[in-house]
């Protein structure tokens, strides 16, 4: 699966963006997407993910209330929308893919198969 990561940019405290990752190579609805993060200085962070059929999501507690994981099987993209955005959110974000066989959303330290390429995110305050 090749992931192309895009949307990011600068934008002000309290602010949205809205990331989107486009799949192409294999069956995209046969993979669970998840969005993770990276500042300067700091370990990768998971953000959220969506199972295969978009129905089971999760998020890491500092998102949650603020950002929304969603995908459309048809268009083989994953979109993440930010609003309310604080300086703590500034990071590359990285969109990624992992190969499942049922409809569910692993663990968060599960490792995934592919990733794209990340999209910067800066927020301002």
């Known amino acids: 699966v090749q992931l192309q990561a895009s949307g990011g940019g600068l934008v002000q405290a309290g602010g949205s963006l809205k990331l989107s990752c486009a799949a192409s190579g294999r069956t995209f609805s046969n993979y669970v997407m998840g969005w993770f993060r990276q500042a300067p200085g700091k370990e990768r962070e998971f953000v959220a993910a969506i199972s295969t059929s978009g129905i089971r999501t999760s998020y890491v507690d500092s998102v949650k209330g603020r950002f929304t994981i969603s995908r459309d099987n048809a268009k083989n993209t994953v979109y993440l929308q930010m609003i309310s955005l604080k300086p703590e959110d500034a990071a590359v974000y990285y969109c990624?893919?992992?190969?499942?066989?049922?409809?569910?959303?692993?663990?968060?330290?599960?490792?995934?198969?592919?990733w794209g390429q990340g999209t910067q995110v800066t927020v301002s305050s």
């Open positions: 990624a893919a992992i190969r499942v066989n049922i409809d569910y959303v692993p663990p968060r330290t599960t490792l995934y198969d592919y």
